[in-house]
């Protein structure tokens, strides 16, 4: 039924009577029916149905954009490229029964698709979602199946945080300390408590192939990797493999974090830093080849910086008038290095920007809210939106005393349904910085795949609609939709949280 698409395609218009799709169907047409032949492919058809789907490319919609007419006997495709043609598809699964979104068929009849003609695009080019898999290691496996359920519901980024003090989860053929030193921590901080420890080790890392591999297997569902080093701050694991690269050394703890927080080791500004984060982005954009590159430059403790007498006449050499300054002229030295030797641009979290001077084609992520959003829109920079109020999805669901350890403060779906990534007193030059949205998940309090399911799922859903329409769906309006999608969900495996709160075992 069209009224339950999610999200909600731009036109749709319901026609009578029904395609069967199964196992006979055909996929023909111009060199786009390959992105739909593979996607059927992975679907658990039933034997029979028939007719065919007919696919071509259209020079008149947009890379991302589709028209979809489906027919008693012939399904027929136009797409603004493979991304559009690849969308169609996933509208045409959401069409069948819910049994579509198993991995192998139950025996059953050919799937009755209701004739339909759809023509959609997306708003925001970029609809991303954050996966910190630094705080808590997400093995390749969970990363695999966390793409296929952002394809699913049209998202095309996956911005994956690979390090901070936690942890550091990129394999370094250059420098192997990084993993073998930086990769793993002897215990973790229990609950909020700083002081208690868990006793368990906790680690992992991906190698260069493995990131490839993600690259790859991303690339084949539309979806984007935005890798992620952190610099100069949220550095303890890359300093526990690399103590010559600390800010006043000596003066500072020496080993991957156990708990969470702002902490004040950080990486010393000065050259040889920069020469070693040139040799690990060649080797980290080697297996990922990405135009963007995400750079952190969050929450920054610049004390050992003004107390380490290198880096303070390093400063005042460069005629800096202040330390934060040094900081923003670090980050320009970065981005500077992507540039020139990868093509690529960086991406800063907000206190990049209220810093100082960045480079004019870094990309800011307003995390502290939109109106720090607007002034880097306004300075020029384009921004994704990703305000904490909204987008945070480690903060709580609601405020039942059922919802499991998390971060605190309280983001529900409504308020995620309620986002307006383009918000309407911007003016058109301001909403034009605006590249697309993102949600985060940041994984203090989520330690496996099955928390991240809950802590995902279903704020993802409403996400995703805010992202493709690029407007705020109002929850009353948008839940029976999320309630289809849950039930696709559910054939999936994804243990998301009910909208009628948490079962027992996940509280
Ligand atoms: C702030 S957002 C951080 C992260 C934490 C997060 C928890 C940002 C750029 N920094 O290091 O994980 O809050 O919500």
């Excluded at 050499?317 to 960086?346: K, M, P």
Aim: charged share 20%.
């Amino acid at each position: 039924m069209t009224e339950n698409l999610l999200p909600a395609p731009r036109a749709a218009r319901a026609l009578p009577g029904h395609f069967e799709l199964g196992a006979r169907t055909v996929v023909d047409g111009d060199a786009t029916a390959g992105v739909v032949r593979r996607a059927l492919a992975t679907w658990p058809l039933a034997a029979g149905g028939g007719g065919d789907i007919r696919v071509s490319a259209d020079a008149s919609l947009p890379a991302e954009g589709y028209r979809l007419q489906i027919g008693p006997d012939h399904i027929q495709i136009a797409a603004g490229g493979p991304a559009g043609a690849f969308y169609a598809a996933q509208t045409l699964r959401q069409l069948a029964p819910q049994d579509a979104w198993r991995a192998a068929a139950a025996p059953g009849a050919a799937w009755a698709i209701g004739c339909a003609e759809i023509s959609d695009e997306p708003a925001l080019a970029w609809r991303g979602a954050h996966l910190d898999v630094a705080r808590h290691f997400f093995p390749k496996a969970a990363v695999l199946r966390f793409i296929d359920l952002l394809a699913a519901h049209k998202l095309n980024v996956l911005h994956l945080h690979l390090t901070d003090d936690q942890g550091w989860r990129i394999e370094s053929r250059r420098y192997p300390a990084l993993h073998e030193i930086g990769s793993w921590r002897p215990q973790t901080q229990v609950g909020k408590d700083r002081t208690v420890f868990d006793g368990v080790p906790h680690g992992g890392y991906y190698t260069l192939a493995d990131l490839a591999e993600i690259h790859a297997y991303a690339a084949e569902r539309m979806v984007s990797v935005v890798p992620e080093v952190e610099v100069p701050g949220h550095a303890r694991a890359f300093l526990a493999a690399l103590p010559s690269l600390a800010a006043s050394p000596g003066t500072r703890e020496q080993s991957v974090a156990c708990r969470w927080g702002i902490l004040e080791e950080i990486m010393s500004p000065l050259p040889a830093t920069l020469d070693v984060l040139g040799e690990l982005f060649g080797e980290l954009l080697g297996a990922i080849p990405a135009p963007f590159v995400h750079i952190g430059g969050d929450e920054c403790v610049l004390t050992y910086w003004e107390s380490d007498p290198a880096i303070a006449s390093y400063r005042e050499s460069l005629g800096l008038a202040g330390f934060e300054a040094l900081h923003a002229y670090f980050l320009r030295q970065v981005a500077d290095l992507l540039a020139s030797a990868h093509d690529a641009r960086a991406i800063v979290w907000d206190e990049g920007f209220t810093s100082g001077k960045l480079r004019d084609d870094t990309v800011v992520m307003p995390w502290h809210g939109m109106a720090i959003g607007r002034e880097a829109a306004r300075a020029g920079h384009d921004i994704v939106a990703t305000p904490q109020d909204v987008t945070y999805f480690d903060h709580a669901q609601s405020a039942d005393p059922r919802e499991p350890l998390n971060i605190g403060w309280l983001t529900s779906i409504e308020d995620v349904a309620a986002f307006a990534p383009l918000p309407a007193d911007w003016s058109p030059a301001e909403a034009g910085r605006v590249i697309g949205a993102q949600f985060q998940l940041w994984t203090e309090y989520i330690k496996d795949a099955r928390k991240l399911d809950y802590t995902a799922f279903p704020r993802a859903c409403a996400f995703a609609e805010v992202a493709w329409t690029g407007k705020p769906s109002p929850w009353p309006g948008l839940s029976g939709r999320v309630e289809a999608q849950l039930r696709r969900l559910t054939s999936a495996g994804v243990e998301y949280r009910p909208l009628s709160g948490a079962h027992p075992w996940q509280s």
